[in-house]
């Protein structure tokens, strides 16, 4: 593969070239070489590294998370322990996402129960969203 610019690297990966200027300055890709006209120049290892980001990122991770993973993927011959350690840690934090996205949606599925029709002054959604922030107060002073 030829150098290609930033735009190139861009459309071949799907991120957006301030993300990818991003990840220069965070250190998750190496600042690229240079032209003579001083453009970015990118080769076939940066948007596998690129692409490899992307994805992590698509699944969750952290950017502390990915720079682990970008690190012992370039440790070749060690055991992948700790690979599977970082996975198993991020899935366990999804699920507690899940569970938390769940909870909220119940509560938020009861509160359109309530409702009757009506005027905005009689909304029972309204109503119930109100009750829980007295509730979220009242819990906060106590």
């Avoid at 030829?2 to 220069?24: D, F, H, N, Q």
């Avoid at 909870?103 to 119930?128: F, H, K, N, P, Y």
């Amino acid at each position: 593969m030829t150098a290609i610019t930033i735009g190139r690297l861009s459309t071949a990966t799907g991120v957006k070239i301030e993300t990818i200027r991003y990840y220069e300055r965070a250190g998750l890709i190496d600042p690229p070489a240079r032209t003579e006209g001083n453009y970015r120049s990118y080769g076939a290892d940066d948007v596998a590294r690129l692409g490899f980001i992307r994805r992590t990122r698509d699944l969750g991770f952290s950017l502390e998370e990915i720079r682990a993973l970008l690190d012992l993927a370039g440790q070749r011959d060690r055991d992948c322990g700790e690979v599977d350690a970082l996975a198993s840690q991020h899935l366990v934090e999804v699920d507690r996402k899940i569970a938390d996205l769940q909870s909220l949606r119940r509560q938020l599925s009861a509160a359109i129960s309530t409702c009757a029709g009506g005027t905005v002054a009689e909304c029972r959604i309204l109503e119930a969203f109100s009750s829980d922030m007295a509730n979220v107060q009242n819990g906060a002073q106590g």
